[in-house]
């Protein structure tokens, strides 16, 4: 075997371990093509929430009212912070990699909104990915940031509902994300291609904050 069928194999086994699959034997990888015929063939409830992420088909939580107000919050300041210098979408596919497909909380893609007219945004198209975490320690944002990484999207923002963070991963590597930083109210962040741009990490948290 190749390094890199050995690599993937490797990251493959690794995610399913940490979303809580065990295998007795070999498993099949969905390709993104074969994930496209199959929503074709109507194998899929209308209402199923799925992504392809290295190759297996994930059905994820349904996005709840906190997690969605959140991802809308978040779009909402990128929005108004960048203006016309970037295009901003909310649980949009990316074509991540052949066998990954997908739909992160926000994405901040390059302009012109014509380029995505004939096909989906790819690595090469994002400027900044965020994701939103209601889970605690932000467990379920891990297999996809090590995939994020892997594919080379520049910089990953995961927003932590429950310990009321931001986590700011850059320098993609093939293992995982180089540089970590972590912030929290009273600091704010900077996207690393629009270093004009400074929000305040308190503005995407307020949707973590106690009804009143």
Do not use: C
Request: negative net charge; glycine residues 8%.
């Amino acid at each position: 075997m190749s390094k890199a069928g050995m690599g993937g194999s490797r990251a493959m086994a690794d995610m399913a371990a940490e979303l809580g699959y065990e295998f007795a034997m070999p498993i099949r990888r969905i390709t993104v093509h074969d994930y496209h015929r199959m929503g074709d063939a109507g194998i899929f409830d209308h209402d199923e929430r799925l992504e392809l992420l290295d190759g297996l088909l994930i059905s994820t939580l349904p996005i709840g009212h906190r997690h969605g107000y959140a991802a809308r919050t978040v779009a909402n300041l990128l929005s108004y912070a960048l203006g016309d210098r970037a295009i901003i979408e909310t649980n949009a596919p990316l074509a991540l990699t052949p066998d990954s497909e997908p739909r992160p909380d926000v994405l901040v893609l390059r302009p012109p909104f014509a380029l995505y007219r004939e096909r989906l945004p790819r690595p090469a198209d994002v400027f900044l990915l965020i994701e939103v975490s209601d889970i605690s320690s932000g467990h379920a944002t891990t297999p996809k940031s090590r995939s994020y990484a892997e594919a080379g999207i520049e910089e990953l923002w995961v927003v932590d509902l429950v310990e009321e963070k931001l986590v700011v991963h850059r320098d993609p590597q093939a293992d995982g994300y180089g540089s970590r930083t972590v912030l929290r109210r009273g600091e704010r962040v900077v996207p690393a291609r629009f270093p004009d741009a400074s929000i305040a990490v308190a503005d995407f948290l307020e949707s973590a904050a106690p009804t009143r």
